[in-house]
């Protein structure tokens, strides 16, 4: 039992640090500096910068981009990036629709879709939940019935919602589920569609969340004409592929080095802001007990995040002690950007979205924008399958219940 | 990286857990409890002869087998899944580690009949006025001629009723609070003027009150520097800390498994009352905190050779994941056993017993959460 790093994983380690410090795009950085809304040209700069370097896509298989890194380079590299502040790559079509394609598509279908997503070049976003169907996944009522084109060939006519799109309004495609068997139990009536968002019938409707940002849509699928040839696996065994999806989800959902650095962020903040007796704020008892207690429990998870690694790098796989990871994740997650918010004090107030950025700083710097962080991360328990969700799975698939 | 057990350390477990399972019953375990010794000397020795683990952690040229802190571990983990009462912790961990770090006069030899199950050690530290303060110390050892001569009053002296030796705290010098002036003496507990008023707790264990009236001892007593035996004892006890999260790891398991087992059993309503949505959650919330546990434990152990400092903040953040697994866990284990749960004939009652005790052992929470802001935030300032 040891956390040494081999020789070898510290020169990779001084390598991603180098790799990032010389290349990673200074406008990009001012603009994360100045809490900008980033373009799809932004995120896609440190992505294609990323390709070219062969580290877009470190967990695919070898042959299609995959770095063949170890768990434990997997780890330093997402450390590094977090130590850095870089953006993340998007999830969606590298870490999500990727080992569908790879696992469950056909040859054609890999050549057609992977480069695409390993190199920036298309942007895609995920068609799962539908107002109908949020957490009972599988009652999904979007339509898809197989018809014959005027040309001859086979085709899907796709009718139906779905919602909480994530950055729809720049998806180039998006992987949807559909049904296409409503007269059976609903999983074994799924299947698993690639739809091009420039279709006739595909609208994009945006939704705007409560901290006023406009992250996700309403997707509205009207007579959408969709090729046989963009279903990934057989009709009616797309439950298949969203299964393995989520298995997908897990790794890295925990976000220790993220929350690591918005930590030490925190305590940088409350270095600065003052408590109620004119001291730094973290010297105030209530204050900084609560710094120690998010401390504690994240070191916590990051051993846990550690022995699934570890697990993962033997062989033997993730044991039980993974599944706790999003869920005391995303707990971590949202209590940062609690204290973060009760630390900024009256700055937490100022509503500067539409303000035009030249109009003059309001409040430190470091308060802007952290109210919105707080009501924005309370999606993070909701999303990727809720936190009650995921423990329905635990009870089930772990105590066995 | 690696949080693998070595082929050593799992035979080490395996045989341990096959000796328990066939002489630390839960019924076994009772009836020891219930003799006016409330321990079983045979097992004892047992432990030494049959599957040398008190010489696991100890180095092979003093009889040991060369085992470390993971051994421990391993050692203290099988220990709470059974609730073994023999003092383990208070003889090989704390005994052997004031031993091996203070190297005093003699050291070899007395760690060679720790060895072999012939010297039993208990740990005289804590004083009612000083909480859980190291350094709050109103026994005095005046030097009188070569030696030393103690006076005070020691607290809940765990294991002294089975011990023939003692480790006790005293000032050589300083105020009562001053964390100059400890030292640290081994003190023979047959010696004149060592009074003793010994009793149970409640988990099972034996403990004394001990007076110590003039106790007169040599200068090969002092075990480390002379006034400076503090950083000494906070080594100790941050070791007697990562083996103590070890034994609450064990006792928390058996907490949460006998809770999955028992809700599978239980009938209301015309199902298991697993198939209740608010105990299934209840009980993952309890998974969580154990799993949490079990990692704080493994970093406790990684860190305890790290320097002072980042060790003292590992372990006090240990400490309080451990103190709140064992409070919350313990609880939920006793609510979802119901009725059941308050009976005294039922093992899940002296398991959460025992994780109540731990909750306190060596610093509560609140005084683990303090210290470790003081490391964490004084420090950086």
Not at chain 1, 80 to 109: C, H, R, S
Not at chain 1, 353 to 374: E, K, L, S, T, W
Not at chain 2, 107 to 120: F, N, P, W, Y
Request: aromatic letters at 8%; charged letters at 25%.
């Amino acid at each position: 039992m040891d956390l040494d790093f081999s020789p070898e994983d510290n020169a990779f380690r001084d390598e991603a640090r180098g790799f990032i410090a010389a290349s990673y795009p200074p406008a990009l950085r001012a603009k994360q500096a100045r809490e900008e809304q980033l373009t799809k040209e932004d995120y896609f700069s440190w992505h294609r910068i990323l390709a070219a370097k062969g580290w877009a896509a470190p967990s695919w298989p070898k042959e299609w981009g995959g770095t063949g890194w170890t768990p434990t380079q997997k780890y330093i590299w997402s450390e590094e990036q977090a130590k850095a502040d870089t953006i993340p790559i998007l999830p969606f079509g590298v870490a999500m629709l990727a080992p569908v394609i790879y696992t469950f598509g056909t040859e054609e279908q890999k050549a057609r879709f992977l480069p695409g997503i390993r190199d920036g070049e298309v942007w895609w976003c995920q068609g799962y939940s539908e107002p109908g169907a949020g957490s009972d996944l599988a009652s999904l009522t979007t339509r898809a019935e197989r018809i014959s084109g005027d040309d001859g060939k086979e085709y899907y006519l796709v009718n139906g919602q779905k919602t909480w799109t994530t950055l729809a309004q720049h998806a180039d495609w998006g992987f949807f589920l559909v049904k296409t068997d409503p007269n059976v139990k609903p999983q074994a009536g799924i299947s698993f569609l690639l739809i091009d968002m420039k279709s006739p019938g595909v609208t994009v409707r945006p939704i705007i969340t409560l901290e006023g940002g406009h992250e996700v849509n309403d997707v509205f699928l009207d007579n959408v004409k969709v090729p046989v040839e963009n279903r990934i696996f057989h009709e009616n065994q797309g439950w298949t592929c969203a299964k393995a999806l989520l298995q997908h989800e897990r790794s890295g959902i925990a976000g220790v080095a993220r929350s690591k650095r918005g930590l030490e962020r925190l305590r940088e903040m409350a270095t600065t802001e003052r408590g109620d007796d004119g001291r730094p704020l973290l010297g105030d008892g209530f204050f900084r007990r609560k710094v120690a207690d998010l401390e504690i429990d994240l070191t916590a998870l990051e051993y846990t995040e550690l022995r699934t690694l570890a697990g993962e790098s033997s062989g033997k796989g993730p044991g039980p002690e993974s599944s706790i990871l999003k869920i005391k994740g995303t707990e971590i997650q949202q209590r940062l950007t609690e204290l973060v918010l009760e630390a900024a004090g009256h700055y937490g107030a100022p509503y500067l979205r539409d303000m035009p950025h030249n109009a003059g700083a309001i409040g430190p710097d470091y308060a802007h924008g952290v109210a919105g962080d707080y009501f924005n991360t309370r999606k993070t328990s909701i999303y990727g399958g809720s936190n009650e969700i995921q423990r329905n799975i635990i009870a089930k698939l772990v105590l066995g219940l | 990286m690696d949080f693998s057990f070595t082929q050593e350390q799992s035979m080490l477990r395996d045989s341990l857990a096959s000796y328990l399972a066939d002489h630390y019953s839960f019924e076994k375990r009772r009836a020891a409890m219930a003799t006016a010794d409330g321990w079983r000397p045979a097992v004892w020795k047992a432990f030494a002869e049959d599957l040398g683990i008190l010489g696991a952690a100890f180095p092979e040229d003093v009889g040991g087998l060369g085992g470390g802190a993971v051994e421990t571990l391993v050692v203290m983990e099988e220990f709470g899944k059974a609730l073994v009462v023999e003092p383990y912790l208070e003889t090989v961990v704390i005994g052997g580690a004031f031993l091996r770090h203070g190297a005093p006069a003699g050291a070899a030899d007395l760690i060679g009949q720790i060895v072999e199950g012939k010297a039993i050690l208990a740990f005289a530290h804590a004083e009612a006025q000083g909480r859980y303060a190291l350094n709050d110390l109103k026994t005095t050892a005046r030097r009188q001629g070569a030696g030393f001569v103690l006076n005070g009053r020691k607290a809940v002296v765990v294991g002294a009723p089975w011990a023939n030796h003692l480790i006790v705290t005293a000032r050589t010098g300083g105020a009562q609070r001053d964390a100059d002036g400890v030292s640290v003496f081994l003190v023979d507990k047959a010696a004149k003027g060592v009074v003793s008023r010994d009793y149970p707790t409640v988990d099972g264990r034996r403990a004394s009150e001990i007076l110590f009236e003039d106790v007169a001892v040599g200068a090969e007593a002092l075990i480390g520097p002379e006034g400076g035996g503090l950083p000494l004892i906070e080594q100790v006890v941050d070791e007697a800390i990562a083996a103590l999260c070890a034994e609450a790891c064990g006792v928390l398991r058996r907490l949460h498994e006998g809770t999955v087992e028992y809700t599978r059993q239980r009938k209301q309503f015309g199902q298991p009352i697993s198939a209740f949505q608010v105990l299934q959650h209840r009980m993952v919330d309890m998974f969580m905190q154990l799993e949490q546990a079990v990692s704080m434990t493994y970093m406790a152990h990684i860190k305890l050779g790290d320097a002072p400092a980042e060790r003292a903040k590992a372990i006090s953040a240990a400490k309080v994941q451990i103190g709140r697994a064992c409070r919350f866990v313990g609880q939920n284990a006793i609510q979802l056993h119901g009725g059941m749960g308050m009976t005294d004939e039922m093992a899940i009652g002296h398991y959460f017993k025992r994780a109540t005790m731990i909750e306190g052992q060596f610093g509560s929470v609140d005084h683990h959460l303090a210290r470790y802001e003081a490391l964490s935030f004084d420090a950086a300032a």
